[in-house]
């Protein structure tokens, strides 16, 4: 879909299948991190393309690379450090790959970056009283208190 094998050719040497599945894996993660990625309704510029590409990439040989590396022990008289410098694998993307997924998403369907995933905590000047018998809120100046009048209605005094 956004990435081919011979895409990761220049940078890695993986085996076919195992790459095969490295790229699934990735494309299925980038959807689920931005959404508007797999959405039909959503059509995609041609710029999307390349730049998706590009964090994949960047992921998947980051991926391939996890394990490498080596431990080395130094010893002087009585004292020793440990020194272990290989890559750990965590999770497939880093936080700043899917913000970049996600900013993607948000230029493709017109949103501001995070709308999605934000909520407003702001307090709001009014206090909202809704009658169950009515089904309708009753909006009422903030310095009005809400106290419980039977077990059907409230009542804002």
């Given at each position: 879909m956004f990435?081919?094998?011979e895409d990761l050719a220049?940078?890695?040497?993986i085996e076919a299948t195992k790459l095969a599945a490295m790229i699934e894996d990735a494309e299925a993660q980038a959807c689920l991190a931005a959404p508007c990625l797999n959405d039909?309704?959503?059509?995609l510029p041609e710029w999307v393309f390349p730049a998706v590409k590009s964090i994949l990439r960047g992921a998947i040989i980051r991926w391939d690379d996890?394990?490498?590396?080596?431990?080395?022990?130094?010893?002087?008289g009585p004292f020793s450090m440990?020194?272990?410098n290989r890559q750990k694998y965590r999770a497939l993307f880093q936080p700043t790959e899917i913000e970049q997924l996600r900013?993607?998403?948000?230029?493709?369907?017109?949103?501001?970056?995070g709308a999605a995933w934000s909520v407003s905590m702001a307090?709001?000047?009014s206090v909202v009283c809704a009658k169950k018998v009515a089904a309708k809120p009753v909006i009422a100046p903030a310095l009005r208190s809400c106290t419980p009048q039977s077990h059907s209605t409230r009542a804002c005094a």
């Amino acid at each position: 879909m956004f990435i081919k094998p011979e895409d990761l050719a220049p940078f890695a040497t993986i085996e076919a299948t195992k790459l095969a599945a490295m790229i699934e894996d990735a494309e299925a993660q980038a959807c689920l991190a931005a959404p508007c990625l797999n959405d039909p309704s959503v059509t995609l510029p041609e710029w999307v393309f390349p730049a998706v590409k590009s964090i994949l990439r960047g992921a998947i040989i980051r991926w391939d690379d996890s394990g490498s590396g080596a431990v080395q022990q130094q010893t002087a008289g009585p004292f020793s450090m440990m020194l272990d410098n290989r890559q750990k694998y965590r999770a497939l993307f880093q936080p700043t790959e899917i913000e970049q997924l996600r900013a993607v998403c948000a230029k493709v369907t017109n949103q501001k970056p995070g709308a999605a995933w934000s909520v407003s905590m702001a307090p709001t000047n009014s206090v909202v009283c809704a009658k169950k018998v009515a089904a309708k809120p009753v909006i009422a100046p903030a310095l009005r208190s809400c106290t419980p009048q039977s077990h059907s209605t409230r009542a804002c005094a």
